[in-house]
């Protein structure tokens, strides 16, 4: 078994998919409500036949972060889990101990898995058994099993998922069937058809009495290892108990063919663009640009958090650009540039940018109408050489020049069409655009 050795100070909300305001709620309701341990086993052997790619689903990357690393942070960032075992292919347990590392997974163990699905969730639990390996982990009461390449599992489902296992010996998630499964005949005729209302599609995670999973584990036939898939029905077959079956959200949907990586990467810069961070000095021009982007971008739906770099010392700074994933500097002179190395640090000492591509969008504005337009392209220039060290960092930069002017429709129009870009670069986080500047 490999863990992970890297133990990082996280921010409080900093996971890959920033929490919303009911996580939040869930995770104070959880700590209240589960009074009990809880683990996760995570099997992640799959070969990904379907997916025509050369390596496994879990293993692909978007926004420079493999799938499976997306799936393990959200469990991590529920505080009331323990451990979370992460069963793969020995072929893969170095790649997965490098993904773990690169990451800071830091509740995550491994365990080589076996051939089939059942054989590998086995050799995760026993992980928590008594010589079952190397190095015992305490027993939980509750262990949730989930595939690998489901992401986008909520905290709260997952706490009616562990509460209703303990009540019950074992729980499940399960959603509407989409189409009407029928039967053939061996010669390829319709048989009969199911009712759809009367059955649903069994779904992930699923959660049991420890006890009650690893028993029924020891009973099964080797049948049932070779080609069973379903874990609810191990535990009825096996230790009589009828799980509680709770109807999930859609989100819980399975990562399973190439088109889906599509989605699974278009919710998480979603998820990443819900929140800015708009950084002003002490000018007052720059102070008021801060305040009418405020207001434009949270009437499309962004939640703003305005800041100054004056409050840096108190250490106020560093913790607001700790907790959004996209920063807006604002400058009215070039010679802020030494503010802006000053937030990249900042970022970079957080775990962020482990975590997904930060975007830091350097805004220059421009008061004087008198200034030649190469001369101000000219000094803002410097920007490519930090941007290209920034973005070894996983810190995205971008330069925007906007030019003040008098007119006050003019200057209407140039704020729509600044706040159209700011909003495009935060939503598409290009890596190829960084160090590129923009002029509204």
């Not at 996971?15 to 305001?21: I, N, V």
């Not at 709620?25 to 799959?46: Q, T, Y």
């Not at 607001?320 to 000053?342: M, R």
């Amino acid at each position: 078994m490999e863990t992970s050795s890297k133990r990082a100070n996280r921010p409080a909300e900093s996971p890959g998919f920033p929490p919303c305001e009911a996580e939040s709620s869930a995770s104070c309701l959880g700590r209240e409500r589960i009074d009990f341990p809880v683990s996760v086993v995570l099997p992640a052997g799959g070969s990904g036949e379907r997916m025509g790619l050369p390596i496994p689903k879990q293993f692909c990357t978007f926004l420079d972060r493999p799938l499976i690393s997306y799936t393990i942070q959200a469990f991590e960032r529920v505080p009331w889990i323990e451990n979370i075992i992460v069963v793969v292919a020995a072929e893969h347990l170095d790649l997965l101990k490098s993904i773990i590392h690169k990451h800071c997974h830091k509740k995550t163990k491994l365990v080589a898995g076996g051939p089939t699905r059942h054989r590998s969730i086995f050799n995760g639990l026993q992980v928590f058994v008594e010589n079952g390996c190397d190095s015992q982990l305490p027993r939980p009461e509750v262990v949730i099993i989930h595939d690998a390449v489901r992401p986008f599992v909520e905290e709260e489902f997952l706490l009616k998922i562990a509460t209703a296992a303990k009540q019950n010996g074992a729980a499940g998630a399960i959603r509407p069937l989409v189409s009407t499964v029928i039967a053939t005949t061996p010669e390829s005729y319709l048989d009969h058809s199911l009712d759809r209302a009367r059955y649903r599609a069994s779904e992930m995670p699923q959660g049991f009495l420890f006890d009650t999973i690893y028993q029924a584990y020891q009973q099964c036939s080797d049948y049932d290892f070779e080609y069973g898939t379903e874990c609810l029905h191990l535990v009825l077959q096996y230790s009589g108990i009828n799980a509680k079956l709770i109807e999930g959200p859609s989100s819980l949907w399975k990562v399973t063919y190439k088109r889906d990586l599509f989605a699974a990467e278009s919710i998480i810069k979603e998820n990443l663009s819900q929140k800015a961070c708009v950084i002003t000095g002490v000018h007052e021009e720059a102070i008021h640009l801060g305040h009418c982007l405020e207001k434009i971008l949270v009437a499309g739906g962004m939640k703003v958090d305005i800041i100054s770099t004056s409050c840096g010392d108190d250490g106020s700074f560093a913790k607001n650009v700790s907790e959004s994933y996209n920063l807006i500097h604002i400058t009215v002179s070039t010679a802020c540039f030494p503010e802006i190395k000053h937030t990249v640090e900042t970022v970079r000492k957080t775990d962020l940018p482990v975590l997904g591509p930060v975007v830091l969008i350097v805004v220059h504005l421009n008061l004087s109408e008198c200034t030649s337009f190469s001369k101000r392209m000219d000094e803002l220039v410097t920007i490519r050489g930090f941007a290209k060290e920034a973005k070894q960092w996983n810190i995205l930069v971008y330069g925007l020049l906007l030019n003040y002017t008098k007119d006050k429709q003019k200057w209407n129009e140039a704020l729509e069409s600044f706040s159209c870009v700011a909003g495009t670069l935060i939503k598409d986080r290009k890596a190829a655009l960084t160090g590129q500047l923009f002029v509204v």
